[in-house]
């Protein structure tokens, strides 16, 4: 009789079929929750590189300004040689573009990237200055708001 019971605890060791489903059926609903989160998690990141590239561009935008009374007329990249009326600006991202040129007349303009890469292609966020660069705001342009950072919203 001892002997049987040995056996029958060594013969049920290990899962059922239904605790496996049932395991089975509780990761297809938490990868269910997170996968659209992680999208958009990853959007988020690279709308953030837009605003990024257009926040680098503003100080040096904001004092060709202030010292010609215009907008420059174009970013160029630091591998060409810009005109007296451009300025050499990082305008390429791994996930999104600067516009060129600024719009807007001084002191109003405004500053585009357009999104290359995720949920966000073809959407844009811009930066914009109603006082010639010494405030800028970053709420214009067609990206959600849920993909833009707390301060841009």
Do not use: H
Not at 28 to 44: F, H, M, Q
Not at 48 to 67: C, D, H, P, W, Y
Not at 104 to 125: E, L, V
């Amino acid at each position: 009789m001892e002997n049987n019971r040995r056996f029958n605890q060594i013969v049920q060791s290990g899962f059922t079929l239904i605790e496996l489903m049932i395991v089975v059926a509780i990761i297809g609903i938490l990868s269910a929750i997170a996968l659209p989160a992680y999208n958009d998690y990853v959007t988020r990141t690279q709308v953030i590189e837009a605003v990024n590239l257009l926040s680098g561009m503003k100080e040096t935008t904001s004092e060709f300004a202030a010292q010609r009374n215009a907008w420059p007329t174009a970013f160029v990249l630091s591998s060409s040689t810009p005109a007296q009326t451009e300025i050499i600006a990082t305008i390429n991202g791994k996930y999104s573009t600067v516009n060129s040129p600024m719009t807007g007349s001084y002191p109003s303009g405004t500053m585009t990237a357009t999104m290359n890469a995720g949920q966000a292609t073809g959407k844009t966020i811009q930066m914009s200055t109603a006082d010639g660069g010494n405030t800028w705001d970053c709420r214009g342009g067609t990206v959600d708001k849920k993909y833009r950072p707390v301060a841009c919203q």
